[in-house]
Nanobody, 123 residues
Framework: QVQLVESGGGLVRAGGSLRLSCAASGLTFSTYAMGWFRQAPGKEREFVAATSRSGGNIYYADSVKDRFTISRDNAKNTVYLQMNSLKPEDTAVYYC????????????????WGQGTQVTVSS
């Protein structure tokens, strides 16, 4: 059974930082590209960042470019999202997801999803 478990969310002031982790089990982690998505209250879920199977290719949404960094450790079956210079508009539930496809920002391309972790940024 595939499981993706996010952690590291919380409450932080604007300008602060958080590091999210997503631990994967039940799959051959190194054969999956990984992505982070988020859903703010009253809004559709949106793409944040994605990394290829090796971590050599990375893609970011424009809204987080230069502030967020996605990385992965295939030895630990874990993908990370380092979030710096956080803004109130970054407040959302953050989800990690796994895809057998090459790196993609398309939600429909992902096979497995975590339950999400709440990130709240106060002004």
């Amino acid at each position: 059974q595939v499981q993706l478990v996010e952690s590291g969310g919380g409450l932080v002031r604007a300008g602060g930082s958080l590091r999210l982790s997503c631990a994967a089990s039940g799959l051959t982690f190194s054969t999956y590209a990984m992505g982070w998505f988020r859903q703010a209250p009253g809004k559709e879920r949106e793409f944040v960042a994605a990394t290829s199977r090796s971590g050599g290719n990375i893609y970011y949404a424009d809204s987080v470019k230069d502030r967020f960094t996605i990385s992965r450790d295939n030895a630990k079956n874990t993908v990370y999202l380092q979030m710096n210079s956080l803004k109130p508009e970054d407040t959302a539930v953050y989800y990690c997801a796994a895809t057998r496809l090459q790196i993609t920002p398309m939600q429909s391309g992902y096979d497995y999803w975590g339950q999400g972790t709440q990130v709240t940024v106060s002004s």
